[in-house]
């Protein structure tokens, strides 16, 4: 059964506390994505990886960090430089970056500060 | 800036009706467009992608894409309850490795 899953479906933060959200997928997919998604907005890009070992910054990476060790896992860490880390953050993958590549959801994690 | 355009909404139609999605972008040279469906509380599920002008049907569902006048549409024909959801439109530009979500439009079907 291919797909993409995260975890934990909800995390609580501590002020001035790391945490790391989980994901993994088995499509095979070369390209995998973390996006940010605030009440009444649009995703937003955080990072994203087109290979193992090798990731860019999105639009948002402040406060963010990423691995790619392995092909099947892309997890990110919301450090306690992120101020605002309140959201519902969502993995994707993709066949590849480049060209016209469909991006297929997680189930997403929904972050909240205590 | 690239950038994705959708009316918030609420859209709101009565069941049976055809529901009219609009989304407008702010670039000429883009390549591919999709539209996702997300329920509240849920992540997004696609539902359709274009590449084309014109329209391309997937049975409830046609998109229309008119590149000279830069947008991208949605219909939903007999609209059902269950199609009541946020629908966001995305585009990826040609030669741009990221694809620019609009903040997407609510839609309500009435029984």
């Known amino acids: 059964d291919g797909g993409i899953t995260q975890s934990p479906k909800y995390l609580f933060r501590k002020e001035g506390q790391n945490v790391t959200l989980s994901c993994e997928q088995n499509l095979n997919h070369d390209a995998m994505y973390w996006y940010r998604q605030d009440p009444g907005q649009g995703l937003r890009l955080i990072y994203y990886s087109q290979i193992v070992n090798d990731f860019q910054k999105g639009d948002i990476a402040e406060g963010y960090s990423v691995s790619r060790e392995k092909k099947e896992s892309f997890p990110l860490t919301v450090t306690s430089a992120q101020k605002n880390p309140t959201a519902f953050y969502l993995c994707a993958s993709s066949l590849k970056v480049a060209g016209p590549e469909t991006q297929y959801f997680g189930p997403g994690t929904r972050l909240l500060v205590l | 800036q690239k950038e994705v355009e959708q009316n918030s909404g609420p859209l709101s139609v009565p069941e049976g009706a055809i529901a009219s999605l609009n989304c407008t972008y702010s670039?000429?040279?883009?390549?591919?467009f999709f539209w996702y469906r997300q329920y509240s509380g849920k992540s997004p599920e696609l539902i359709m992608f274009i590449y084309s002008n014109g329209d391309k049907e997937d049975g409830r569902f046609t998109a229309q894409l008119n590149k000279a006048s830069q947008y991208v549409s949605l219909l939903i024909r007999d609209s059902q309850p269950s199609d009541s959801a946020t629908y966001l439109c995305a585009v990826k530009w040609g030669g741009s490795e990221k694809l620019v979500f609009g903040k997407g439009t609510k839609l309500t079907v009435n029984p």
């Open positions: 670039d000429r040279g883009s390549q591919s």
